[in-house]
C-alpha cells in the first residue's frame, strides 16, 4: 500500500542543499562547452556566408565580431575549445580504464582547468 505518511519523512537533498563535486561540475560544464561549440561554429559558418553573399553583409558581421561583445564571444569560444579537448582526452583516459583513484582525478580535474586557461591565453597570444 501507498505511504501516505510522507509530511514526517526528510525530503532529498537538492541543488540550493547538496554541494555538488568538482567532477560533477567539470561533467555539467563539459556539456554546456559543447553546445557553446555548436553556437560558435554557427558564428563561423554565419562570417562564411556573409562574405559569399556580398561584401555589406560580410562587413556587417565582421563589425558584429569585432566588437567588445563579439571578441568576448569569441574569446568565450576559443576557452570552451580548450576545455572540451582538455575534457575529452580525460574521459578518453578514463575509457581506457585508468586515472580512476581520487587523488588523481582530483589532480586531473585541476589539470584541464588550468590547462585550458593556459591554452586559452597562448592561443590569444599567438593571434594578436
Do not use: E
Amino acid at each position: 500500500m501507498a505511504d501516505v505518511n510522507r509530511g514526517n519523512r526528510p525530503l532529498s537533498p537538492h541543488l540550493q542543499v547538496y554541494r555538488l563535486p568538482l567532477t560533477a561540475k567539470m561533467s555539467i560544464t563539459h556539456r554546456i562547452t559543447g553546445v557553446g561549440l555548436v553556437l560558435g561554429a554557427i558564428l563561423v559558418v554565419w562570417q562564411f556566408v556573409g562574405a559569399a553573399i556580398s561584401p555589406s553583409h560580410s562587413d556587417m558581421v565582421d563589425g558584429l565580431l569585432s566588437s567588445i561583445l563579439g571578441q568576448l564571444i569569441l574569446i568565450g569560444s576559443l576557452w570552451a575549445l580548450c576545455y572540451h579537448a582538455l575534457n575529452g582526452i580525460r574521459h578518453l583516459w578514463w575509457d581506457m580504464g585508468r586515472g580512476f583513484d581520487l587523488d588523481f582525478t582530483t589532480k586531473a580535474n585541476y589539470a584541464v582547468i588550468g590547462g585550458s586557461v593556459v591554452l586559452t591565453l597562448i592561443f590569444i597570444l599567438a593571434i594578436w
